[in-house]
């Protein structure tokens, strides 16, 4: 089973790799039908914006979600589960089951609630799917936008069905850097350490919902990004789509975690991420 504590490091994704001993999974197939999903859910979550309902908190004031991220997750786990069985499931919302497949989805049904609530910024819908420990497949989706982005694991990063370039990045002064963060109290004073060292050094910067934060990054509309305590279902899919674009992520040490991932085209790294570990 996946881990969804923070602090736990993600294992990286082989890339090239063409077989592994107990893979079977046609990735392609799968990508198309989840992406479709996404895109499913997306409609859901547009149509039904003026009427939706707002539940109580979960782990805090901030912590929000409505009829309609319930609705989103039950759609698509319905339907994962429909096409493959005894795959696991690891969804924000509760609609999560153990497997016996080796194979694990991670479902973020609504990334960005309080954006989508308060119509005050964009929100994704992230999938992606994980054999044993490695991400192999992944697709965010933007609704108002009608963007998908998808990747399969040493295949490419791909925007609406185009291949994403390389990131080229730039300098630190002219940077535009994303960050995403739990808006819980503890989390926020991290935040704000990080964003009161950043702000006069970098070009600007932008809050985003993490899914986003990566996934722009791969486009090259960021040239780095930082997350603070987040979730698996948060990060999962943006990071293996910015990772086959050709950003580079980290943590604390070499691998990204739930607890700090930092990201950036390979020319701003070294210097976003001494930064960032200083005040994070």
Not at 29 to 55: F, I
Not at 68 to 79: G, N, P, Y
Not at 100 to 120: A, M, Q
Not at 202 to 219: E, H, K, M, S
Request: a negative charge.
């Amino acid at each position: 089973m996946l881990p969804v504590a923070r602090g736990l490091p993600l294992r990286s994704p082989s890339h090239g790799l063409t077989s592994v001993s107990g893979m079977d999974r046609d990735l392609p197939a799968a990508r198309d039908l989840v992406a479709g999903l996404a895109e499913q859910a997306g409609r859901l979550q547009l149509e039904r914006r003026d009427t939706l309902r707002v539940g109580a908190p979960k782990a805090h004031v901030n912590d929000v979600v409505s009829d309609v991220d319930l609705a989103s997750e039950r759609l698509i786990v319905t339907a994962i589960l429909a096409a493959w069985a005894d795959d696991a499931v690891q969804a924000e919302e509760g609609n999560g089951r153990a497997g016996t497949s080796g194979w694990t989805w991670v479902v973020d049904p609504l990334d960005g609630t309080r954006n989508y609530i308060s119509r005050t910024g964009p929100w994704s819908v992230c999938i992606a799917l994980y054999h044993e420990e490695r991400a192999r497949m992944a697709v965010v989706h933007e609704p108002v936008a009608g963007e998908t982005f998808s990747a399969i694991d040493g295949g490419g990063a791909f925007l609406n069905g185009a291949r994403l370039p390389a990131p080229a990045g730039t300098s630190l002064d002219r940077a535009l850097v994303g960050v995403s963060f739990q808006p819980n109290p503890k989390t926020k004073e991290r935040a704000a350490r990080v964003i009161r060292d950043l702000l006069p050094v970098t070009g600007d910067i932008r809050r985003l919902p993490a899914a986003l934060n990566l996934v722009y990054q791969a486009a090259g509309r960021l040239d780095g990004g930082v997350a603070l305590d987040t979730f698996l279902w948060d990060i999962a899919a943006g990071a293996l789509i910015a990772r086959e674009a050709g950003v580079i992520l980290g943590g604390h040490g070499a691998e990204f975690t739930t607890e700090l991932t930092v990201g950036a085209a390979p020319a701003l790294w070294d210097t976003l991420a001494e930064r960032v570990r200083a005040s994070a």
